[in-house]
């Protein structure tokens, strides 16, 4: 039997970590670390100097990360193809490298219950039992969270409800055109969900939330629009990649 402690690290500020997400660190033998292609493995080097701090005592095992097809016109089928595949990858890891009554943490970006496939892969790899689990989920501080602290505002108002929906859902219309907020997720490098919402709108926008790069944009969607387009546009030139998050008020 292996232990498994998925853990909820934040959006890469150290200060982010609960207390219990310190203590699953502090007492596994193996982090395994996934690099990103291109760019973005900066996460990876983040995620690094977390468990150098918070896991000094833990072997840390390194491992390219399955690649998803981003440009598939099958959204759903690529990411079960890429979640398959980082299963594989998991369990062949922890076989490998894990042995037979040892611990090990998987590092999970912001809250692992939001948008997130690692709970799910290894819901597959205990249907598959190749691998004997036993393994917890430590919650973490999601970019929703991040973001409405940030700008000093919240989530949810009284008696209204507010939805977390992957962008998507907003450029093809697919959203529940009622009263509820939105918190925006997953956007599109080219097409940005602001664009199919309402002038009228307040947005609560950031990029990189609680990191040293931080940028945050609030206003009426039909005044801010482009100023958060540019925004987008330059910190995606500079860094290579953009992660961002918007919270939206429709009435």
């Not at 193996?30 to 150098?52: Q, Y």
């Not at 997720?185 to 602001?194: Q, R």
């Given at each position: 039997?292996?232990?498994?402690?998925?853990?909820?690290?934040?959006?890469?500020?150290?200060?982010?970590?609960?207390?219990?997400?310190v203590?699953?660190?502090?007492?596994?033998?193996?982090?395994?670390?996934?690099?990103?292609?291109?760019?973005?493995d900066?996460?990876?080097?983040?995620?690094a100097r977390?468990?150098?701090?918070?896991?000094?005592?833990?072997?840390?095992?390194e491992?390219?990360?399955?690649?998803r097809?981003?440009k598939?016109s099958?959204?759903?089928?690529?990411?079960?193809?890429?979640?398959?595949?980082?299963?594989?990858?998991?369990?062949?890891?922890?076989?490998d490298?894990?042995?037979?009554?040892?611990?090990?943490?998987?590092?999970?970006w912001?809250?692992p219950a939001?948008?997130?496939?690692?709970?799910?892969?290894?819901?597959?790899?205990?249907?598959?039992?190749?691998?004997?689990?036993d393994?917890r989920?430590?919650?973490?501080l999601?970019?929703?969270?991040?973001?409405?602290?940030?700008?000093?505002?919240?989530?949810?108002?009284?008696?209204?409800?507010?939805?977390?929906t992957?962008?998507?859902?907003?450029l093809?219309?697919?959203?529940?055109s009622?009263?509820?907020?939105l918190?925006?997720?997953l956007?599109s490098?080219?097409?940005h969900?602001?664009?199919h919402?309402?002038?009228?709108?307040?947005?609560?926008?950031?990029?990189?939330?609680?990191?040293?790069?931080?940028?945050?944009?609030?206003?009426r969607v039909?005044?801010?629009?482009?100023?958060?387009?540019?925004?987008?546009?330059?910190?995606?030139?500079r860094?290579?990649?953009?992660?961002?998050?918007?919270?939206?008020?429709?009435?």
């Amino acid at each position: 039997m292996r232990t498994v402690q998925v853990v909820g690290i934040g959006l890469g500020d150290p200060g982010q970590l609960t207390l219990d997400a310190v203590e699953a660190l502090g007492g596994v033998d193996v982090v395994v670390l996934l690099h990103k292609p291109g760019p973005a493995d900066e996460l990876t080097a983040i995620r690094a100097r977390i468990v150098e701090r918070f896991a000094p005592q833990a072997r840390v095992v390194e491992r390219d990360d399955a690649v998803r097809d981003r440009k598939s016109s099958d959204y759903e089928g690529a990411t079960e193809r890429w979640r398959d595949e980082r299963a594989a990858l998991y369990e062949q890891t922890l076989l490998d490298e894990v042995p037979d009554g040892g611990s090990c943490a998987l590092l999970v970006w912001g809250d692992p219950a939001i948008y997130d496939g690692t709970v799910e892969m290894l819901h597959r790899l205990d249907a598959r039992g190749r691998v004997a689990l036993d393994w917890r989920v430590v919650p973490g501080l999601g970019a929703p969270t991040v973001l409405a602290a940030a700008h000093r505002t919240t989530l949810t108002r009284t008696a209204r409800a507010a939805t977390i929906t992957p962008a998507r859902r907003v450029l093809d219309d697919s959203v529940d055109s009622g009263e509820a907020d939105l918190v925006v997720m997953l956007d599109s490098p080219k097409d940005h969900g602001l664009d199919h919402l309402p002038d009228d709108a307040t947005v609560y926008w950031g990029a990189y939330v609680g990191t040293p790069d931080e940028v945050l944009i609030a206003g009426r969607v039909g005044d801010v629009r482009a100023e958060i387009l540019a925004a987008r546009a330059e910190h995606r030139e500079r860094k290579g990649w953009l992660m961002d998050t918007y919270l939206v008020r429709r009435k």
